[in-house]
């Protein structure tokens, strides 16, 4: 199965109109958001064609596409403008002989084995390390990347990792599991 990841729009229309036509394209099943969909938080500038109600309205339309977990810029208020659920704060995906445990990244869940990949956005940095017995994977952000990173998604499929760039489609980093 191929699933296409991607974490911190932060209330881009410009960023998640990109990151639609970039699924479609892709020919992804599945489209894993890993929170901060719609505020941009106290720490960020407002980011392009900032518009919390056109965001919500870009993903509500792609519904039955999306697996999303919460992050910490998301809130009650919106779940009442988004049209799937957003509430998890995290999802377990077995994959490629592992397990993928799939969250925003702004808390602890405790030891992590060696089958185990945490994936992750929150930090806006696209990574790719072994942890201790884990390993981890950041998929960067839609639409603040930090660190000079591009504005980034991951794709996933048969065991394999591809970070792109949501504006070009280009890849930029590719890693196995």
């Not at 941009?40 to 792609?62: F, K, Q």
């Not at 930090?146 to 980034?152: A, I, R």
Request: glycine share 8%; aromatic share 10%.
């Amino acid at each position: 199965m191929k699933y296409m990841i991607a974490s911190d729009i932060h209330g881009s229309a410009y960023y998640c109109g990109l990151l639609k036509e970039r699924y479609f394209a892709e020919g992804a099943e599945k489209l894993i958001l890993l929170g901060d969909l719609l505020y941009h938080g106290a720490r960020n500038a407002l980011p392009r064609d900032y518009s919390t109600l056109r965001t919500a309205e870009i993903l509500s339309s792609m519904k039955e596409h999306i697996l999303c977990v919460r992050g910490n810029c998301d809130s009650d208020v919106d779940t009442l403008v988004l049209e799937f659920p957003i509430v998890a704060d995290y999802a377990i995906l077995p994959a490629a002989g592992k397990t993928l445990i799939l969250t925003h990244g702004h808390k602890d869940y405790g030891v992590l084995g060696e089958n185990d990949v945490l994936v992750n956005g929150h930090f806006h940095v696209p990574a790719f390390e072994r942890r201790g017995n884990f390993l981890y994977v950041n998929c960067g952000s839609v639409s603040i990347p930090k660190e000079n990173s591009p504005h980034s998604y991951l794709v996933f499929e048969d065991g394999k990792l591809t970070w792109k760039d949501v504006e070009t489609g280009a890849i930029f980093k590719e890693a196995q599991l």
